[in-house]
């Protein structure tokens, strides 16, 4: 497949670009500038394009198979997701692509409680990252209202850290998942396996789904 990944400097998307490489995939990963490229995998094509502008999305989307948008706003800008990811569909939408999104935990319901999620649940979160939270649940809800663009959710679990591949993993829908030590983690080449047995294998259209040990 061609695919293209806006975010793979990032700690998530420079994993699904590897993985995305390892399978034999064609890359081109998109940056704001050039002084980024030296953060990108090996084996990428890089390019430069604003994923806030839809015009740029749908451009550098044309003719691919596959666009993954692994995006996240520097600690102060959190508001910037939700129209990011605004622009990142309607790109899609121009260009007729299929989109995959990795956002975050916030709109997981609580095991047992369909009117708790992990944004509204008591003393869960802490505050450092309650901006994000909130910024990754209205991206969520930007999601569902999107009828147009084929387009799929992947909300990582509470712990998304760097760490091992090892391809073993749960699939869940719409609820926190824990393990049986009452974790509730992936390490981010894991997440990037779930993502690409994703792009591979389409399981899910305009519907949220997540992932855990």
Known sequence: MKITVFGAAGDVGSR?????????????????????FEKLPT?????????MNNQDVSRLTAGQDLIISALR?????????VPLTRSI????????TRVLIVGGA??????????????????????????????????????????????????????????????????GHNELMFDANGNSAISMEDLAVVLLDEAESPKHRQVSFTAAY
């Not at 084996?43 to 994923?51: H, L, Q, S, V």
């Not at 505050?127 to 799929?152: M, S, Y």
Request: proline letters at 8%.
């Open 106 to 171: 916030a709109s997981l319901k609580m095991p047992g409680q369909d009117d708790i999620t992990v944004l509204t649940a008591p003393d869960f979160l802490p505050e450092d990252v309650v901006p994000i939270a909130l910024a990754c649940f209205a991206q969520h809800k930007t999601c569902l209202n999107e009828t147009q663009a084929d387009w799929a959710y992947l909300n990582p679990p509470a712990m998304l850290t760097p760490g091992k591949r090892t391809g073993v993993f749960r699939l």
């Open 89 to 96: 569909l309607d790109g899609a939408i121009q260009s007729k």
């Open 16 to 36: 699904i670009a590897t993985e995305a490489l390892s399978r034999g995939h064609t890359v081109s990963a998109v940056v704001r500038n050039a002084n980024q």
């Open 43 to 51: 084996g990428t094509t890089p390019c430069i394009g604003d994923a």
């Open 73 to 81: 706003p520097a600690e102060g800008q959190e508001q910037l997701l």
